[in-house]
């Protein structure tokens, strides 16, 4: 990966102290998205690591990775799968619960977003302690689908969410140690 580029992304990046709760240290992302330059560049970190994979579809978490799924399923021609929470999303759906690093949610994913051998990455802003990325993995393969690599703008290495995707292919643009 492009040290220059990771380094410009790295320190746009800005800390929160105590957000959403004593204690946590929140990374907020939206220096990188309000500037239409570093976005780009981070969309374009994650497609070259995803350019040789022949991935069908980008699978990103509600809400953050959103934002970032959106623009590289639409930079890549390929599909964008949304997980939501419990409850959000309209047609039949296959749920999983998980922990959180503040608190515990039930993720969701319509039951056909992914056909059996279609291949998947999975993309979302932030590894905590990786609670969500676990539980969204799950709801992939549930699907028989591949997860050819879970990816993520920035991983909080200290939190070792790392062992929770054991197993999985997985890589992370920044980390934070
Ligand atoms: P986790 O399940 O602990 O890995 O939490 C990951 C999810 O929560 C991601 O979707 C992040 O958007 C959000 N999140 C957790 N911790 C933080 C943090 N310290 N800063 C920013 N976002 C976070």
Redesign the pocket.
Known sequence: MNDSAVRILRTALR??PD?PKPG??????TPVLQDPGLFALAIDLFCERYEKLGLDAIVA?????FIFGGAIARQLGVGFVPIRKKGKLPYRTREQS?????GSATIAVHEDALRPGQRAALV????????????AAQLIVSLGAELAEATFF?E?GF?N?RA?LAGLPMASIIRID
């Open positions: 800390t929160v957000f946590i240290q929140f990374i907020d992302i978490v509600d809400a953050r990775g998980y922990d959180l690093e503040y979302d802003d932030v590894l905590a302690t990786g609670g969500t990325a676990a539980a920035v909080l939190l969410g929770k």
